[in-house]
């Protein structure tokens, strides 16, 4: 059941994901993106990451693709037009790496089989790691990686502050 | 395994939706749909994490995923204030048609 309802959540990522790529109009875009997300978030539950489902969604779903929606509103951004400047090459090069790069992966995970050193049993769904255990790990182990990233956002916060002022504005 | 799922089909969704990233981002013209695209490929490596860290039983993880999915916030806003930025410039997030360093 669980496997099904995995296999059913991640195959709605990939097809709107594809939908995503596939598609001119930026704000359709972003929407199908945001469904695959969802879907994403589903399989997070699935895999045991409960907290990380409930971030994926308030997050990636509710912060950042909100702010590209704001951004192609605020832009104006319409669909991407057939102008006719082809570029042949650029598309095929694109195209072949793709190819190529697809084929690697699926010839890695056949080499490795799917098979991981040592820890072959499965995880019980009561050792379901709880956000309670994930905060004590982040607020003791990884402090200084928590600190950094708050001093990193903070730059960020200032970067895109100085990157989208006017530059007449007195 | 994780429970009932097993790895391969979490390896096999993550590699598909990285490569599906990957075609974005190479093959579209339209800044946002790239950037969109990036977005794409961080979630896939986050689900190949979560799905590893699962069936290791360890909440490492989801730890990464945490600071990626912090870093991938970082990344937004500054990327999004280089477009508004650009756009002031071209009046155009066409990436062929951003072609010059200076104006």
């Known amino acids: ?170 | 395994m994780i429970g009932p799922i097993p790895l391969s089909h979490v390896l096999l969704a993550s590699g598909a939706l990285f490569a599906i990233g990957v075609a974005g981002a190479l093959l579209r013209r339209n800044a946002i749909q790239i950037f969109l695209s990036i977005e794409l490929m961080m979630n896939a490596a986050n689900l190949a994490l979560i799905g590893y860290g699962a069936a290791l039983g360890t909440q490492q993880g989801q730890i990464i995923v945490f600071f990626v999915i912090a870093i991938a916030a970082a990344e937004a806003s500054v990327g999004l204030a280089i477009f508004v930025a650009i756009f002031r410039h071209t009046e155009t997030i066409d990436v062929n048609k951003i072609n010059l360093l200076k104006w």
């Open chain 1, 1 to 170: 059941m669980e496997r099904l309802i995995f296999d059913a959540a991640a195959l709605v990522a990939i097809v709107f994901a594809g939908l995503m790529v596939a598609g001119r109009d930026p704000i359709k875009s972003v929407l199908a993106l945001a469904v695959s997300f969802f879907a994403l978030a589903v399989t997070y539950v699935l895999l045991l990451a409960p907290f990380i489902a409930a971030l994926q969604i308030i997050v990636y779903a509710g912060a950042i693709l909100v702010l590209f929606l704001f951004l192609i509103m605020l832009l104006n951004v319409g669909p991407e037009r057939p102008d006719g400047v082809r570029r042949p090459v650029q598309t095929f090069l694109g195209s072949l790496s793709v190819v190529v790069f697809a084929g690697l992966l699926l010839g890695m995970l056949r080499a490795s089989g799917a098979r991981l050193p040592g820890q072959p049993e499965a995880v019980a769904a009561d050792a379901l790691p709880d956000p309670k255990a994930l905060g004590r790990l982040l607020f003791s182990d990884y402090l200084l990686h928590f600190e950094a990233v708050s001093v990193l956002l903070l730059a960020a916060l200032v970067g895109a502050f100085v990157l989208a002022r006017r530059e007449n504005a007195q």
